[in-house]
């Protein structure tokens, strides 16, 4: 199938379109073996080896994985100071794939990596409001009051947020473990709205993404995702074709 390179890179997760467009001035990209620098280029992805600072990106089968991150692991595809990556626990993998979204380097739970950038596109659109489910533990025993806050939005840096479900778990005297259900996914959100009612995130768990769940899954450890799975994300109707899904 011909199509713009920028938009193979983006599909195959390299980076947004824009961004592909700035790889491929700076001479990142190549097409059987030769560098293009030339935007708009159309390439035949059946036909022609495409490869991004030297290491070929693969078309064959889309991968789709569902991993427990811990703690202390960065949701990105590198780090100058050499801090641990969620890759890293993916070692025997040999294709390519990235984390959608993030979870914070102190944050836990399910994170979903890919080497289709149209389920990156999907899952984090506004208007497929994909829940997530957290379970937070924080400091204090936060009010009716302050719940009831967080339920109708509050604001952070400027914006409302959109309404959140709140479900207490568990008190303690000095702590409260909360569910907390929201399908925004701005950066460290959760502790965000908890510091807004003076009750500090100690934990951070995400537990699942729409039904998708981490059920038994243990921490540090990933399975692959089959096509039932995804229909978990999306209540029932995958948005894009798949041709091919390696499980």
């Keep these: 199938m011909h199509d713009r390179l920028q938009k193979i890179l983006a599909r195959a997760g390299i980076a947004s379109r824009r961004k592909a467009e700035e790889l491929i001035t700076k001479g990142h990209v190549s097409v059987d073996g030769r560098i293009v620098t030339e935007l708009g280029t ?18 064959d089968d889309n991968i789709y994985i569902l991993l427990n991150k811990p703690k202390w692991y960065l949701c990105t595809m590198s780090d100058p100071q050499n801090r641990p990556i969620v890759t890293d ?49 924080v400091t204090g025993n936060p009010s009716t009051r302050d719940l009831q806050r967080l339920r109708q939005g509050i604001m952070l840096e400027g914006r409302k ?19 907390v259900i929201i399908h925004e996914g701005k950066k460290r959100q959760v502790r965000k709205m908890f510091d807004a009612i003076g009750c500090p995130v100690n934990r951070l768990i995400r537990t699942a993404y729409g039904n998708l769940t981490l059920n038994l899954l243990p921490s540090g450890k990933y399975k692959y ?17 798949i041709n091919k899904i390696t499980d």
Excluded: C, M
Aim: proline share 4%.
């Design 225 to 241: 995702l089959t096509k039932k799975d995804l229909k978990k994300l999306f209540s029932g109707r995958i948005p894009f074709t």
């Design 89 to 137: 626990l993916l070692k025997e993998l040999k294709t390519r794939v990235f984390p959608v979204g993030r979870l914070d380097y102190d944050s836990e739970g399910a994170l979903i990596l890919t080497n289709d950038g149209r389920l990156g596109h999907y899952l984090q659109h506004p208007s497929f409001e994909i829940n997530k489910t957290y379970k937070v533990t």
């Design 161 to 179: 947020t959109w309404p959140a479900k709140i479900k207490i778990l568990e008190k303690r005297s000095s702590s409260s473990t909360i569910e």
């Design 42 to 59: 159309k390439v035949d992805t059946e036909q022609s080896t495409i490869a991004y600072k030297g290491k070929t990106i693969s078309f």
